[in-house]
């Protein structure tokens, strides 16, 4: 269920780090939202909880100044704009790093290693044919 409304009171009170009930609050009405906000964007699942926390992280280090201003929107369209930040970073990391899926083609892409580290040592006469994945062709 998504709150249609953040109630001021609730605002000022997670504006105190300290305030546990304030934060479980918080955490229980937008959780849903942010992993709704989540899989819209096609965010694989395993990731929802570390965004989340980071988006919950941002918010907690931005509170403490953050100022509700009904002409700049409200606190949700707040929380949207970081999620999105937290996006970027998330989608770009992703860009940057290869999935390891550990399928076949994984496991066909190290036996090819593995033969063409044999053919090579074969060819230039070196006694390897272990099919190993050490660097050298000697035993």
């Known amino acids: 269920m998504q709150p249609a409304t953040t109630s001021s009171s609730l605002l000022l009170r997670v504006r105190d780090r300290a305030d546990a009930g304030a934060w479980g609050r918080l955490v229980d ?3 849903p939202l942010l992993r709704d906000w989540l899989r ?3 965010v ?6 570390d965004l989340v926390q980071d988006v919950l992280h941002a918010v907690a280090q931005e509170m403490p ?3 509700y201003d009904r002409s700049r929107g409200g606190f949700r369209g ?6 999105v ?7 770009r990391q992703r860009r940057s790093r290869p999935v390891a899926t550990g399928d076949s083609d994984f496991q066909a892409s190290i036996l090819d290693q593995r033969k063409t580290r044999v053919v090579v040592c074969r060819r230039f006469g070196t006694a390897n044919t272990t099919n190993t994945l050490s660097p050298a062709c000697s035993n």
């Open 85 to 91: 930040h937290r996006l970027r970073n998330y989608w």
């Open 40 to 42: 819209r964007h096609a």
């Open 44 to 49: 694989l699942p395993h990731d929802h909880d």
């Open 29 to 31: 009405l937008y959780d």
């Open 65 to 67: 100044g953050y100022a």
């Open 78 to 83: 707040w929380l949207r704009t970081v999620l």
